[in-house]
């Protein structure tokens, strides 16, 4: 059974800092993991999507890395801005659906 | 295309009551999923659908959740004799089958049970 582990659960930065986000799942027989931002109340909006056969993908301040053979991925922010503040999900597939973790709740101030 | 879209954004119900969800995919997407997310935790899956095909079914959808997708276009998701415990957010996302498997997420639809 897969299960996806967030760490830290919570992150507190000022504004300009480079940030790391882990992801970190059990099963690595995944057919690709997906990177969410959820606003307080709000549905989750698409960040990143990584497939299996690729190491990492970049949008913009972005950038997420796949490592199946540890388990692991990681969330880069760089220059984190207020407006970076939200809840920062991943969730791996290796059947048609997706797990989430729990998510790291980012805070960034001025 | 406005994306996936969920109504109503809220509900608050006594308990008892049935309520029910709809949920609009994005027009091209083939497969619909509902999730349920509580406060603090991840979204958990619920069920999905390709087509009008209904095909998993988590057991945390109990016999008073059905789900339905009849003409494989928007889906509902009713919740009868509603409980305390079925309050959460409940969302819907769509994605194609066959392309990459991004998912793609409503706005969600709130639940309060009295």
């Known amino acids: 059974k897969q299960e996806v582990t967030q760490i830290p659960a919570a992150l507190s930065v000022p504004e300009g800092e480079n940030l790391v986000l882990n992801c970190s799942f059990t099963?690595?027989?995944?057919?690709?993991l997906q990177w969410f931002r959820q606003d307080p109340g709000k549905g989750l909006t698409s960040l990143l999507l990584i497939q299996s056969s690729q190491r990492e993908q970049t949008s913009g301040r972005l950038n997420a890395s796949l490592d199946k053979s540890s388990g692991r991925s990681t969330l880069y922010i760089a220059a984190s801005q207020p407006g970076d503040s939200a809840t920062y999900l991943c969730a791996a597939s290796r059947t048609d659906k997706l797990i989430f973790g729990t998510g790291t709740r980012l805070q960034v101030f001025p | 295309d406005t994306g996936v879209s969920q109504d109503p954004r809220h509900k608050i119900t006594k308990r008892g009551q049935n309520v029910t969800f709809r949920c609009d995919p994005i027009s091209e997407h083939n497969r619909l999923y509902w999730y349920r997310q509580t406060l603090g935790q991840g979204p958990e899956f619920l069920t999905y659908f390709q087509n009008e095909a209904q095909l998993e079914k988590s057991r945390l959808l109990s016999d008073r959740f059905s789900a339905e997708r009849p003409k494989g276009s928007f889906s509902t998701l009713e919740i009868q004799r509603t409980e305390q415990g079925d309050s959460a957010m409940y969302l819907c996302?769509?994605?194609?089958?066959?392309?990459?498997?991004?998912?793609?997420f409503g706005e969600g639809s709130r639940l309060t049970v009295l």
């Open positions: 099963d690595s027989a995944i057919y690709n």
């Open positions: 996302a769509s994605t194609f089958r066959g392309g990459p498997g991004e998912l793609f």
